[in-house]
Protein backbone atom coordinates (compact mmCIF):
# COMPACT_ATOMS: atom_id res chain seq x y z
CA UNK A 1 0.00 0.00 0.00
CA UNK A 2 1.49 3.57 -0.97
CA UNK A 3 1.82 5.47 2.06
CA UNK A 4 -0.13 8.48 1.87
CA UNK A 5 1.44 12.12 2.83
CA UNK A 6 -1.98 12.81 5.44
CA UNK A 7 -1.47 9.33 7.18
CA UNK A 8 2.01 7.89 6.75
CA UNK A 9 3.13 7.51 10.24
CA UNK A 10 6.27 5.74 10.22
CA UNK A 11 6.91 4.95 13.91
CA UNK A 12 4.49 6.02 16.98
CA UNK A 13 7.43 6.72 19.13
CA UNK A 14 7.23 9.89 19.22
CA UNK A 15 7.87 10.73 22.45
CA UNK A 16 9.68 14.49 23.10
CA UNK A 17 12.60 13.25 24.34
CA UNK A 18 15.64 15.76 24.49
CA UNK A 19 19.40 15.62 25.44
CA UNK A 20 21.00 18.90 27.06
CA UNK A 21 23.70 19.66 24.50
CA UNK A 22 25.55 22.63 26.75
CA UNK A 23 24.19 23.69 29.68
CA UNK A 24 20.60 25.21 29.44
CA UNK A 25 20.26 24.14 25.84
CA UNK A 26 17.75 21.51 25.12
CA UNK A 27 18.25 19.30 21.48
CA UNK A 28 15.79 18.99 20.02
CA UNK A 29 14.02 21.98 21.11
CA UNK A 30 10.23 21.08 21.14
CA UNK A 31 9.14 24.27 22.24
CA UNK A 32 9.25 25.14 18.49
CA UNK A 33 6.60 22.88 18.02
CA UNK A 34 2.84 23.55 17.88
CA UNK A 35 0.84 21.18 15.11
CA UNK A 36 0.44 17.32 16.24
CA UNK A 37 2.20 16.58 12.35
CA UNK A 38 4.85 18.69 12.79
CA UNK A 39 5.58 16.61 16.31
CA UNK A 40 5.13 13.46 14.50
CA UNK A 41 7.55 14.20 11.83
CA UNK A 42 10.26 15.09 14.56
CA UNK A 43 9.70 12.07 16.11
CA UNK A 44 10.50 10.27 13.31
CA UNK A 45 13.22 12.08 11.87
CA UNK A 46 14.85 11.72 15.18
CA UNK A 47 14.32 7.83 15.30
CA UNK A 48 15.67 7.06 12.32
CA UNK A 49 18.41 9.82 12.98
CA UNK A 50 19.31 7.30 15.50
CA UNK A 51 18.79 10.83 17.58
CA UNK A 52 20.67 9.80 20.98
CA UNK A 53 23.63 8.29 19.78
CA UNK A 54 24.09 11.65 17.69
CA UNK A 55 23.93 14.10 20.95
CA UNK A 56 24.72 11.97 23.83
CA UNK A 57 28.04 12.02 26.12
CA UNK A 58 28.93 14.99 23.55
CA UNK A 59 31.94 16.47 23.85
CA UNK A 60 33.06 19.92 25.04
CA UNK A 61 35.58 20.03 22.44
CA UNK A 62 33.69 18.84 19.89
CA UNK A 63 30.78 20.81 20.21
CA UNK A 64 33.35 24.05 19.92
CA UNK A 65 34.46 23.05 16.66
CA UNK A 66 31.27 22.26 14.86
CA UNK A 67 29.63 25.72 16.38
CA UNK A 68 32.74 27.32 14.90
CA UNK A 69 32.99 25.28 12.32
CA UNK A 70 28.80 26.45 11.14
CA UNK A 71 29.68 29.95 12.19
CA UNK A 72 31.98 30.10 9.95
CA UNK A 73 30.31 28.83 7.03
CA UNK A 74 27.36 31.33 7.78
CA UNK A 75 29.99 34.08 7.60
CA UNK A 76 32.32 32.97 4.61
CA UNK A 77 29.36 31.55 2.56
CA UNK A 78 31.40 28.69 2.05
CA UNK A 79 33.02 25.47 4.11
CA UNK A 80 35.32 26.16 5.99
CA UNK A 81 38.86 24.96 5.99
CA UNK A 82 39.71 22.65 8.83
CA UNK A 83 43.20 25.48 9.56
CA UNK A 84 40.60 28.13 9.57
CA UNK A 85 38.50 26.22 11.97
CA UNK A 86 41.89 26.01 14.14
CA UNK A 87 42.51 29.47 14.33
CA UNK A 88 39.33 30.26 14.75
CA UNK A 89 38.54 28.31 17.80
CA UNK A 90 41.74 28.32 18.93
CA UNK A 91 42.57 25.00 18.56
CA UNK A 92 45.48 22.76 17.87
CA UNK A 93 45.31 21.28 14.23
CA UNK A 94 45.02 17.45 15.53
CA UNK A 95 42.28 18.87 17.80
CA UNK A 96 40.09 19.81 14.79
CA UNK A 97 40.96 16.28 12.69
CA UNK A 98 39.83 14.55 15.61
CA UNK A 99 36.79 16.92 16.11
CA UNK A 100 35.63 16.24 12.60
CA UNK A 101 36.18 12.50 12.76
CA UNK A 102 33.91 12.49 15.65
CA UNK A 103 31.17 14.51 13.94
CA UNK A 104 31.48 12.64 11.02
CA UNK A 105 30.89 9.36 12.78
CA UNK A 106 27.87 10.55 14.33
CA UNK A 107 26.79 11.66 10.85
CA UNK A 108 26.82 15.61 11.84
CA UNK A 109 29.19 17.11 9.10
CA UNK A 110 29.82 15.54 5.54
CA UNK A 111 33.70 15.19 4.93
CA UNK A 112 35.88 14.55 1.83
CA UNK A 113 36.54 10.68 1.38
CA UNK A 114 40.09 11.50 0.45
CA UNK A 115 41.30 15.18 1.85
CA UNK A 116 39.25 14.95 4.66
CA UNK A 117 37.53 18.29 4.00
CA UNK A 118 34.16 19.58 5.23
CA UNK A 119 31.75 19.05 2.54
CA UNK A 120 29.01 19.79 4.27
CA UNK A 121 27.54 20.27 7.90
CA UNK A 122 23.65 20.29 8.53
CA UNK A 123 21.74 22.65 7.25
CA UNK A 124 24.67 23.72 4.80
CA UNK A 125 26.39 21.35 1.85
CA UNK A 126 28.78 22.13 -0.58
CA UNK A 127 26.61 20.22 -3.02
CA UNK A 128 23.76 21.50 -5.27
CA UNK A 129 20.47 20.66 -4.20
CA UNK A 130 17.88 22.93 -5.64
CA UNK A 131 17.90 24.52 -2.18
CA UNK A 132 19.39 28.37 -1.76
CA UNK A 133 19.09 29.62 1.36
CA UNK A 134 20.29 33.43 1.15
CA UNK A 135 21.10 35.91 4.87
CA UNK A 136 23.27 38.55 5.42
CA UNK A 137 24.39 38.58 1.88
CA UNK A 138 25.67 35.27 1.77
CA UNK A 139 24.03 32.54 -0.07
CA UNK A 140 24.39 28.59 0.55
CA UNK A 141 23.34 25.37 -0.48
CA UNK A 142 20.89 23.89 2.21
CA UNK A 143 20.93 20.34 2.78
CA UNK A 144 16.83 20.04 1.77
CA UNK A 145 13.46 22.30 2.65
CA UNK A 146 13.32 21.63 6.74
CA UNK A 147 17.23 22.17 6.86
CA UNK A 148 16.41 25.98 5.21
CA UNK A 149 13.49 26.91 6.92
CA UNK A 150 15.79 26.06 10.47
CA UNK A 151 18.98 27.83 9.09
CA UNK A 152 17.48 31.68 9.85
CA UNK A 153 16.41 31.05 13.27
CA UNK A 154 20.00 29.51 13.86
CA UNK A 155 21.88 32.01 13.05
CA UNK A 156 18.98 35.09 14.12
CA UNK A 157 18.74 36.10 10.98
CA UNK A 158 16.14 36.89 8.41
CA UNK A 159 16.67 34.51 5.33
CA UNK A 160 15.47 34.32 1.65
CA UNK A 161 14.73 30.46 0.68
CA UNK A 162 15.05 29.91 -3.50
CA UNK A 163 13.89 25.91 -4.02
CA UNK A 164 11.51 24.58 -7.05
CA UNK A 165 8.84 22.28 -6.75
CA UNK A 166 10.04 18.23 -6.49
CA UNK A 167 6.94 17.63 -9.26
CA UNK A 168 6.80 20.02 -11.67
CA UNK A 169 10.04 22.55 -11.48
CA UNK A 170 8.09 25.31 -10.73
CA UNK A 171 10.22 28.18 -8.67
CA UNK A 172 9.26 27.83 -4.81
CA UNK A 173 10.28 30.99 -2.41
CA UNK A 174 10.33 31.68 1.31
CA UNK A 175 10.65 34.39 3.47
CA UNK A 176 11.28 35.14 6.78
CA UNK A 177 10.87 37.55 9.45
CA UNK A 178 11.56 38.27 12.95
CA UNK A 179 15.26 36.87 12.69
CA UNK A 180 14.28 33.91 11.01
CA UNK A 181 11.78 33.13 13.56
CA UNK A 182 8.45 33.41 11.99
CA UNK A 183 7.19 32.93 7.31
CA UNK A 184 7.13 36.36 5.93
CA UNK A 185 6.07 35.19 2.72
CA UNK A 186 5.79 32.13 0.53
CA UNK A 187 5.35 32.31 -2.98
CA UNK A 188 3.09 30.08 -4.30
CA UNK A 189 0.66 30.47 -1.22
CA UNK A 190 -0.43 26.57 -2.12
CA UNK A 191 3.40 25.41 -1.26
CA UNK A 192 3.77 22.11 0.87
CA UNK A 193 6.42 20.30 2.46
CA UNK A 194 7.21 16.56 1.92
CA UNK A 195 9.25 15.30 4.74
CA UNK A 196 9.98 12.13 3.58
CA UNK A 197 11.54 9.24 6.33
CA UNK A 198 14.55 7.43 4.45
CA UNK A 199 17.73 6.77 5.98
CA UNK A 200 20.86 4.44 4.62
CA UNK A 201 24.14 5.44 6.50
CA UNK A 202 24.25 9.39 5.47
CA UNK A 203 21.16 11.98 5.89
CA UNK A 204 22.93 13.88 2.74
CA UNK A 205 22.45 10.97 0.79
CA UNK A 206 18.92 9.40 1.93
CA UNK A 207 16.55 11.78 4.54
CA UNK A 208 17.53 14.92 3.13
CA UNK A 209 16.79 14.11 -0.55
CA UNK A 210 13.20 13.21 0.38
CA UNK A 211 12.75 16.19 2.21
CA UNK A 212 11.24 18.74 -0.21
CA UNK A 213 9.14 21.74 -1.61
CA UNK A 214 6.22 21.19 -4.09
CA UNK A 215 4.06 23.93 -5.26
CA UNK A 216 1.06 22.42 -4.22
CA UNK A 217 -0.58 19.31 -2.48
CA UNK A 218 -1.96 17.44 -5.64
CA UNK A 219 1.85 17.67 -7.31
CA UNK A 220 2.99 16.27 -3.66
CA UNK A 221 0.52 13.69 -4.00
CA UNK A 222 1.20 12.61 -7.52
CA UNK A 223 5.04 12.51 -6.95
CA UNK A 224 4.46 10.39 -3.08
CA UNK A 225 2.03 7.85 -5.12
CA UNK A 226 5.02 7.32 -8.15
CA UNK A 227 7.38 6.18 -5.39
CA UNK A 228 5.67 2.82 -4.40
CA UNK A 229 6.54 2.65 -0.15
CA UNK A 230 7.33 6.21 0.46
CA UNK A 231 7.05 7.13 3.90
CA UNK A 232 6.60 10.55 5.77
CA UNK A 233 4.94 13.42 6.10
CA UNK A 234 3.17 16.18 4.18
CA UNK A 235 3.65 19.29 5.85
CA UNK A 236 2.64 23.09 5.59
CA UNK A 237 5.69 25.40 5.22
CA UNK A 238 4.81 26.21 8.70
CA UNK A 239 4.80 23.07 10.00
CA UNK A 240 8.00 22.32 8.50
CA UNK A 241 9.96 25.43 9.36
CA UNK A 242 8.76 24.57 13.41
CA UNK A 243 10.40 20.98 12.63
CA UNK A 244 13.78 23.27 11.15
CA UNK A 245 13.61 25.49 14.13
CA UNK A 246 13.31 22.54 16.94
CA UNK A 247 16.42 20.89 15.06
CA UNK A 248 18.93 23.96 14.71
CA UNK A 249 17.52 26.97 16.82
CA UNK A 250 19.43 25.25 19.74
CA UNK A 251 22.80 24.62 17.67
CA UNK A 252 24.38 27.95 18.06
CA UNK A 253 22.41 28.72 21.43
CA UNK A 254 24.00 29.52 24.46
CA UNK A 255 27.45 28.29 23.28
CA UNK A 256 30.37 30.04 24.86
CA UNK A 257 32.55 32.42 23.39
CA UNK A 258 33.89 29.81 20.86
CA UNK A 259 35.49 32.33 18.41
CA UNK A 260 39.00 33.27 19.63
CA UNK A 261 39.99 34.61 15.55
CA UNK A 262 37.49 36.58 13.73
CA UNK A 263 38.48 35.73 10.05
CA UNK A 264 35.84 38.46 8.70
CA UNK A 265 36.21 42.50 8.75
CA UNK A 266 34.71 45.45 7.31
CA UNK A 267 36.77 47.92 5.45
CA UNK A 268 35.66 51.67 5.32
CA UNK A 269 37.21 53.45 2.85
CA UNK A 270 38.62 57.38 3.67
CA UNK A 271 38.56 58.50 0.81
CA UNK A 272 34.46 57.68 -0.10
CA UNK A 273 32.85 55.82 3.30
CA UNK A 274 32.21 52.56 1.48
CA UNK A 275 32.19 50.03 3.36
CA UNK A 276 32.72 46.47 2.25
CA UNK A 277 33.23 43.01 4.21
CA UNK A 278 36.03 41.07 3.42
CA UNK A 279 37.70 38.09 3.91
CA UNK A 280 40.98 38.56 6.05
CA UNK A 281 44.49 35.71 5.34
CA UNK A 282 44.65 33.60 7.92
CA UNK A 283 48.71 33.90 7.48
CA UNK A 284 49.23 37.00 5.77
CA UNK A 285 48.88 40.58 6.37
CA UNK A 286 47.38 42.23 3.30
CA UNK A 287 49.32 45.49 2.87
CA UNK A 288 47.28 46.98 -0.38
CA UNK A 289 43.53 46.85 -1.09
CA UNK A 290 41.84 48.52 -4.11
CA UNK A 291 38.49 50.06 -2.70
CA UNK A 292 36.04 48.59 -5.14
CA UNK A 293 33.73 51.85 -5.10
CA UNK A 294 36.15 54.70 -5.87
CA UNK A 295 39.08 52.73 -6.55
CA UNK A 296 41.27 54.63 -3.88
CA UNK A 297 44.27 52.45 -2.90
CA UNK A 298 44.71 52.58 0.31
CA UNK A 299 47.64 51.04 2.55
CA UNK A 300 48.34 50.88 6.49
CA UNK A 301 48.60 54.06 8.39
CA UNK A 302 51.94 54.31 10.51
CA UNK A 303 51.94 51.78 13.28
CA UNK A 304 49.74 49.46 11.79
CA UNK A 305 50.89 45.93 10.09
CA UNK A 306 48.06 46.13 7.55
CA UNK A 307 44.99 47.44 5.93
CA UNK A 308 42.69 45.66 7.87
CA UNK A 309 44.05 46.84 11.38
CA UNK A 310 44.14 50.50 9.76
CA UNK A 311 40.92 50.49 7.94
CA UNK A 312 38.92 47.65 9.08
CA UNK A 313 36.58 46.79 12.41
CA UNK A 314 38.19 44.05 12.88
CA UNK A 315 42.23 43.52 13.00
CA UNK A 316 44.10 41.04 11.30
CA UNK A 317 44.38 37.05 12.62
CA UNK A 318 48.06 37.52 13.62
CA UNK A 319 47.16 40.65 15.68
CA UNK A 320 43.91 39.19 17.15
CA UNK A 321 46.11 35.84 18.53
CA UNK A 322 48.64 38.39 19.72
CA UNK A 323 51.48 37.08 17.70
CA UNK A 324 52.51 40.64 16.14
CA UNK A 325 52.68 41.36 12.35
CA UNK A 326 53.60 38.71 10.56
CA UNK A 327 55.25 40.66 8.02
CA UNK A 328 58.92 41.89 8.78
Known amino acids: MVATAQHSRPSENTG ?3 VAIRPGVEMPDWSQISSPQAEAALGAILEIFHFDDCFRKFDATVDLVRCTLLTLYGELGRAPSSVEIAMAAGLEQDQIESALAALRRRDLVVL ?3 SGAVKGAYPFTERETGHRIKFAGTTLNAMCAVDALGAGAMFASDCEIK ?3 RQCGAPVSVTTADKGERLSAVVPQTSVVWNGIHYEGQAANSLCTVIAFFCSPAHLEHWVEAREGSKGFRLSVDEAMQVGKALFR ?3 AE ?4 RMI ?3 STITCPECAAQTKEEMPTDSCLFFY ?3 DCRARLKPLAGDCCVFCSYGDVKCPPIQQGDGCCVA
Not at 255 to 258: F, L, N, P, T, W
Open 163 to 165: SSC
Open 16 to 18: RSS
Open 290 to 292: ECP
Open 262 to 264: ELI
Open 250 to 252: PVL
Open 112 to 114: DEQ
Open 255 to 258: SRKH
